[in-house]
């Protein structure tokens, strides 16, 4: 069978970068490794084997439809580095998923959750299908038997998934439970930390959901400290308006900071008079998307890179800023939201306009800190407040964007080479400690 499911693909017919040649993603991120293995220069073998996963699984299972048919899907999970502890990343239901996706973002979240001190290893999968295309009972029956496929590969000591594109908590809470059915009677309580990014009521943490947007701004804040930067006043635009768009975009807007254009899988709108964030976001739960939405102004893609603002967070996928895009955008500051969002090429195209970026393993790292939050009071049975969890990420993250300037400044190099650089330096450190069995 190809990498394709036997169902459920569909397309938005929006230009986007994925309808570009197969943007070569885990390749991306394994020259990202190779590059920060140089600046911290560790041992050759240090290099070698982060330069593939350790497990690559691939399960097929057949999920009953509503109609009565049979479908197979295809589901993957990608267990990248367990070194620092057990992996840790986000499963993604999304057309676009494939093997080697799974396999950058697996690797991306070992650098990451080194990067961030997490006790954690790196790992991603996910589904290759439209989640909005089947209806409630179907998508519990495909996370159900996706969860119960991965079987013992996954368990609280072992892999914990988190939610990602196109998965939330409520999927979370399927997946939890089908896990603790798996386990004996005795067991139930102790598997909570199976996954995280769970409802609260079911033992998620206050603070999850916002979590990634919320450390984003705490990067850019630095950031706006660091250049000298007045954020009342100024101006963003964002692509992706799911869990990290909406929230960093409501955050920021708290700061002063108007959204004056975004874009979804359906299309972008233009509002220079500034969107209410928090308006849209609940007009994005109700409708799945912004189409339709009664304010602003509808543009194509290249309008929308085109627009003037000072921040433009990408929260959408990975590949979005190529060459032509980074030559379209006149912002100030690309804050990405999104794993991978600028390539090699855009990204060049930014620096030498001038043009910050924050990179992905930094700043996006807020969810995974949080995640790690729940997981620790799902270990003591604990409910931490809100107050409690937002203090102790507003640490983390500071003192991580301040590690991670400090090594560009130290090495000359990009900042998205310096967080690679610090987190390899971690995992480098523990490797000459450990040594390689036997
Ligand atoms: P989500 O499913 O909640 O939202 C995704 C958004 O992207 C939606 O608004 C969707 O319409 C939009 N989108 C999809 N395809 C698009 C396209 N072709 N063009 C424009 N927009 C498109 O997902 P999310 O959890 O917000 O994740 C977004 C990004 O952030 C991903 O790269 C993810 O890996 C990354 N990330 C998420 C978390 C987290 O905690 N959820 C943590 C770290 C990084």
């Known amino acids: 069978m190809s990498e394709e499911n036997a169902t459920l693909s569909s397309s938005t017919g929006l230009p986007s970068a994925s309808s ?3 943007y070569e993603f885990f390749k991306v991120i394994q020259k990202y490794i190779d590059e920060g293995c140089s600046v911290v220069d560790v ?35 990608i267990q990248h580095n367990n070194l620092l502890g057990p992996y840790k990343g986000g499963m993604r239901f999304h057309e676009s998923v494939t093997l080697d996706d799974a396999k950058a973002l697996a690797a991306m979240m070992t650098i990451k959750c080194a990067l961030m001190n997490l006790p954690y290893g790196g790992g991603k999968g996910g589904i290759k299908f439209n989640p909005n295309s089947v209806s409630r ?16 590969n996954i368990g ?15 999927i979370m809470a399927w997946a939890m439970d089908t896990y603790m059915n798996s386990v004996s009677q005795g067991d139930k309580q102790a598997v909570k930390g199976v996954v995280t990014g769970k409802p609260v009521a079911s033992g998620g943490t206050l603070g999850r959901e916002k979590a990634t947007g919320q450390g984003l701004v705490h990067c850019i804040t630095e950031w706006a400290k660091d250049c000298n930067f007045q954020l009342g006043g100024a101006t963003m635009t964002v692509q ?46 109700r409708n799945r998307s912004i189409d339709g939405y ?44 999104a794993n991978g969002p600028c390539t090699p090429e855009g990204e060049k195209v930014l620096l030498d306009r001038g043009i910050d970026i924050l990179p992905d393993t930094l700043a996006n790292s807020g969810g995974v800190t949080v995640s790690y939050y729940e997981w620790v009071q799902n270990k003591r049975s604990e409910s931490w407040t809100l107050e409690e969890v937002d203090e102790r990420l507003e640490k983390a ?18 900042m998205r080479l310096a967080a690679y650089a610090v987190a390899i330096q971690r995992i480098g450190q523990v490797y000459a400690e450990r040594e390689i069995f036997p």
């Open 156 to 170: 609280p000591e072992t892999d914990i998934p988190a939610p990602d594109v196109g998965t939330d908590s409520r």
């Open 240 to 285: 992706g308006f799911g869990n990290v768009g909406s929230h960093t975009a409501a955050i920021l807007s708290k700061l002063g900071v108007s959204l004056i254009a975004v874009g979804d899988h359906t299309g972008y709108l233009y509002n220079p008079e500034g969107f209410n964030p928090y308006k849209l976001q609940e007009y994005v739960k």
């Open 137 to 152: 009972t179907e998508l519990q029956r495909v996370t159900r038997r996706f969860f119960h496929a991965l079987g013992a």
């Open 397 to 414: 993250m500071k003192r991580t964007y301040r590690e991670v300037a400090d090594m560009a400044r130290d090495k000359k190099c990009s």
């Open 20 to 22: 570009k040649p197969r």
């Open 43 to 77: 041992p050759e073998y240090v290099r070698t084997i982060l330069s593939q996963p350790k497990n690559e699984i691939i399960v097929n299972f057949p999920v009953r439809m509503d109609d009565g048919s049979i479908k197979l899907f295809k589901g993957y999970r």
């Open 294 to 337: 009664p304010a602003g102004k509808k543009v194509g893609r290249e309008e929308f890179f085109k627009i003037k603002a000072d921040i433009f967070v990408p929260a959408a996928l990975e590949g979005q800023i190529g060459i032509e895009e980074g030559q379209m955008l006149q912002v100030r500051l690309v804050a990405e939201g």
